[in-house]
């Protein structure tokens, strides 16, 4: 099913908390301290920037992705952001195995450092792409999450099957 979070689902276990369950989204927006858009390299944006005509499935704007951030509890180490971006491409239904060998490409190998995986980083990418196809709700990198500022992180995370 697309983006509706209308009817909470279990969560999976083993998900990392994170932030304070009570915190609005617009509140821990806030006090988010990631990158600004202008900081984020032409290679990356050229594969998960949806924008891109090269973007790849789960590709998401800056905004969605730090919302994925609070809703997954991970903060902005190399494991979190291979964790934020498998969890986005495993919850997109239409990335299939040659997407994944083709950002494996660009991101161990063409990716600029300090964004450049390393091959222990796709442990915590796998388990991201797990979580994202486990999950009932789909396609959260188009999920209008402005319109849910003043939601809890805890119901937001309920209703995508989070716990």
């Not at 040659?98 to 300090?114: C, G």
Request: with cysteine; charged share 20%.
């Amino acid at each position: 099913m697309d983006a509706d979070l209308t009817t909470p689902k279990p969560s999976p276990a083993g998900v990392c908390v994170g932030l304070d369950s009570s915190w609005s989204l617009g509140a821990a927006l806030k006090a988010l301290d990631g990158d600004d858009s202008a900081s984020i390299p032409f290679l990356v944006r050229l594969l998960e920037n949806p924008s891109s005509r090269f973007a790849l499935p789960g590709s998401i704007d800056l905004y969605r992705h730090d919302c994925l951030h609070l809703l997954l509890g991970k903060g902005f180490s190399l494991d979190d952001e291979a964790f934020v971006v498998g969890f986005s491409m495993g919850n997109d239904p239409a990335t299939h195995w040659l997407h994944l060998v083709i950002f494996r490409f660009f991101s161990l190998l063409l990716y600029p450092k300090p964004y450049r995986f390393s091959w222990e980083h796709f442990g915590a990418f796998r388990k991201g792409f797990a979580l994202g196809r486990s999950l009932p709700v789909t396609n959260l990198n188009r999920l209008d999450f402005r319109s849910r500022e003043d939601q809890t992180l805890a119901s937001l995370r309920a209703a995508i099957g989070l716990k």
